[in-house]
């Protein structure tokens, strides 16, 4: 057995690695599937912020003792088993008494543990009482160690109790929280001096924390929304995908408890698990598929090898029958040769399969486990029975032949009609590419399109390819082109000419369209990403002061060529529409535009009217009101008097209504001197006319010698807007430079107004998706960055809009601020155009002198990481990683196809010498003859992986998850896919050339006389 | 061991199918080789000498007719049977020493490996030493097979066949290719074992030399027996229905549709065409 091991070494070594490289698949697929889960489960744990891969119960009332959840009915084992101990803390309203208008509020807290986690300045609090609050507290507030505050309490309950509704604490230490994952993802000490919103002012104190007694204590009357907390953490380190599960599926159960002790419970481990079971059914499905192929294609190419190795054994067969061994003697011959080195490479394989394992955790993120799965361990005995089984069959069909049969060095079937079998593999290959070119087949399945496709195409090729080479070398022939005849010739004479042109066609097109898959999928995980982000760095601003942001932005990036503020409104309704205000010449320089070019978009549709504002300066604002022929008729008789009000802007986008008076009935006007908070400037933006009744009014109003601090005001009156309405009547608007005439003609509303048109009536928008409900010839209602309605016209559409919604608009922020301020419930951001630390750095510091801070960044590169740590990413590297494989086992079929059949190729090329070619022509034939056949077949390889990608990329998962706002781009990646087909073409045409020039320099005259 | 064993072959007929039409390579073979006997079989190329010796060698089953080979009818010999009578009755050298040897192994192992299935059978086989000292290859059994020369090629691929001692011995042009020297030393080493082991030898030859160093020969013409020489003399056969080939130079002067009459005049029987005017 070893001398035949020897004396055939090469086969030995490829039979090895092909049955290799089928068990590493086999193994290989459910080690990678396992890897992809764990790294799935490790890097989405690892993104999430603690509080939501944690979990947390929460009380309305404050806990009686132990944990919030009782032991009788606790949390499910499976789950539990994958928490931390809890961290309890109880906690109360602390409003500060006396309440002032400064006096702030917030909430006095006891978190177990809470001073190894704190930075303290004086002591922790030891006594009931005793308290410590932040550095902000000090700042803001004046607070100081030893100092006495009193918070409020509950009244009803005070009262009940017979105690004052109040709880005097005293300042015993001042702290600064240390980041940790103890605190479950809050930060307390961040809402010191913060003025809230509401029509009264009111402030914030931070955390204070007390013992636990202070909240427990009988002394203590009943706080406000006291509240008792448990934050369990998740133990991220000994979480995986099992222990994920398992614990997740205990949700429902832990929920159904909570809800019966009235304890609510949030956490995202339901997210998570979503997520992971989402993404290992698509594992299940697209990596077995991938390597399933991949296996395939390497079994086919097995076969062929071991076809090629029994037909060389044919004489050998004929001596063992000879000799009277009988077939299963010549069987024995044949496999003592061939299952040694193909059972070899089961262990090999398993090495193999282990190191591709160790590797691929290691390029995998979040330090997965290396782990040897039972499926894993089963299909090893699997691969040696397959093996064993795919080598017993080519053997005991060579061995079934007579010796007369055995005799002949080729078998007796030949030429160029496919066999039997072709026929049906082309049939069944065909069939399926028809299903899947029809939409009949779709899903993960269309993975193997590409395989089926170029099978097709091989076999279609492999049958015409002989006798159109025939006649091809025969033409050449009669042109006189005898060095290039010869060599089609020979391609067209050469026994395994079919099974290379297969196995190059197929190898080919797996290269071709994984490369393709790869780079589709990168290109679109990109531009997913920079949908959802927008621009290359994000960073979201705390608080709302736009003009802070803009006086920042204008130190750091005075161009705004680098840096730009957009607001985010959301509608608070659904009648209403997203928008994104954005400073449009900054914003299409720093924002990404994945598959729309920024350049086409029609950014000057979006300009502000080109109409300066009337200002006034000053606190006093005076003037004259006259009423010219003015009717005021109120249904059913009666008069009603008629209010006139300046809306004016003041320097911080307040607006401020300054009611100028009333016209009483045939009152013909009046002079009006109104105080006014415009010392610094404001800017009129409508003259509201009101009566108190509904009422029709016919006549005009003059507003004129406007002045603030007795400097005159010019009103423009040419620049004021006209209202024409079915429903409501009309006002025009006219004057001068210093008056404004409103002519008024209303039926029965009670207040019509006309504004500035530095003042936008209709905000105009770039849209995209549908327009929101009530829409009409593409005027509708989006939200302002104050949150209320905002009336809009669109005036040019968007693919889609920047890390907005499917149905979005995006506006002008310059209009969409003109009257309006930024209310918290819209997000006020910063984008960038290129992620600059010391850019970032320099703006938080501006920032932070605006008294303004970030409260956390977004890089397009982190977020693409994510999109890329993906099952589906990882499945398209290993797609990529599956068509190297096909190319080297296809390489090493063709240096096999090579090696067994040289003996007789070379006396075939020593033949050519004797009709007087030179070696050097003769080498050249050797080569050209197998390049040609192999650059036709990959050519037809890269058009099968072409089309193959055509059909099967619909139905890839390239995304965990299908966006809201798709960027889907299926278009060829060119460059990467005619690279892919050069190198495979390539490196196959130079090892089949390099094969035949290596055979054609063996081809001594001598040979002729071999028998063999 | 296996003394000589006779074969007898009669109106052996043997059709194959070629390019769609039937091809009779042998039609009506009698052929009686005593047992130890060595013998020639000549004839030009497709006469079926090849074909014929196949067939000894229960290779192919004939058409028709019958061959014995010792006691055992080959044509109804099973498939086991045929097995057993190559693993130690019957050894074939094919025409070309490759094709008789498994490249990978020493001559040596080479007959080693033919002695396998015989030893399996329970039979009794020479020492391989000895086997290689008949055909001359003493000296030469644990060379690479790439190292020796065609004619002990040759000769490996004679002690491969005579590894079990056969009985019979049929060789396919064991002397082509090969020069005047390695040739002799060929049919010196087929001359040894038929003397040694007392094998029938069939050997199927061009080489007049060849021919002419072989105590019988017979020559097979369009697939029948056409003549036999012995010790130099040519002889016609006369074939069991009773025809007659008639020697070459014969034929030149009796072109055919000539009419013969044959008469015996003694133990000689003379061939008188007829006169021109009767034909």
Redesign the interface.
Known sequence: MWKRLRYRRAQALVLLALAALVTTCAVFAPLFTRATQQALVRTDLASRPVETSGLQMRSDRLRSDGDLIASASPIPAPLRRQLGRPIRSDSADAPVLPETLTSPDGTIEWRDGFCAHLVVRGRCPRAIGEVLVSEGDVRHYGYAVGQRIVIGADSAQASEGGLRPELPLRVVGVYRQKPSAYWFGRQVAVSSGAEGGGPIASFSHDVWFTTQQTLHDSTTPVLLSEQSTDDYLLRRSATGVDELLAATATLPTLQRRADQAGIKVETGLGDVRGDVLHQRDQSRVTVPLLVGQLALLVVVVLWFVLGVATGQRRQEVAVALLRGSGRKGARWLLAEELLPPVLAGVPAGLGLALLLDVATVHLLPGGAPVELTASAVATAPGCVLVLGALTWLPVGLVTREGIDSLLRSVPARGGWRPGPGEIVLASVAGALSLAFASGALSGPFALVAPALLALLVGLVLATVVLPVAAWLGRRLLLRGRARLAISVLTGARGRTTRRTVVLVTVGVALVVFSADALAVGARNRESAAEQQVGAPMVAEVRGTDLAAVRRALARVDPGGRRATPVVRTRPAGSDGAEALAVVPDEFRRVALFPGQDASTIPWPRLAAPDVPPVVLRGTTLTGRLDALSLRVDVPGGGYTPVSVTLQVLSADNELLPVPLGKLRKDSAGFRFSRQVSCATGCRLVAVDVTTGVPASIVGDLRLSDVAANGTPVALRGSSWTSQVSASTGSVRSSGSSSSLTLSLRTTSSRTVSSQQQWLPQRVPALVTGSLPPGARKGRFTTTGIDSQAQPAVEVGRLPRIPSSGASAALVNLDVLERGRAVDPNSGLSIWFGSVDPALLRAVRTALADEGVALAGVATLSGTTRRFDSTIPAWALELGAAVGGAALLAVLLALLVIAVAGWRQRSRDLAALRMTGLRPSDVRRVAAAADVLVVLLAAIAGGVSGLLGAVLALPSVPLLARRPEVSTLDLSTAWVVVLASLATAALVAAVVVGAAGRAIAARSHLDRLREVL | MSAGLPILTSRLVHIYRSEGSDVAALSGVDLRVRAGEQIGLLGPSGAGKSTLL?LL?G??RPSAGTIQVGDVELSAATT?EL??????TIA?V????????????TPR?NVG??Q???RR?GREVPEVDDVLSTVGLAGAGEAALTALT?GQLQLCAVA?AV??APGVLLADEPTS?LDHVARDRVMAALAEVNRSLGATVVVVTHDPDVAASLPRTVTIRDGRVGGEGRSGEEYSVVTADGFLPLPTHAREALVPGTLVRVEQSGDRFVLDPAPEEER
């Open positions: 196949s060698g290779l192919f086991r097995e057993d009578l190559r693993a130690g074939l094919l025409q070309g020493a490759w094709r008789n040897l498994l490249p990978y192994l192992e490996f033919a396998y299935a015989a059978l065609p491969v590894a079990a290719q």
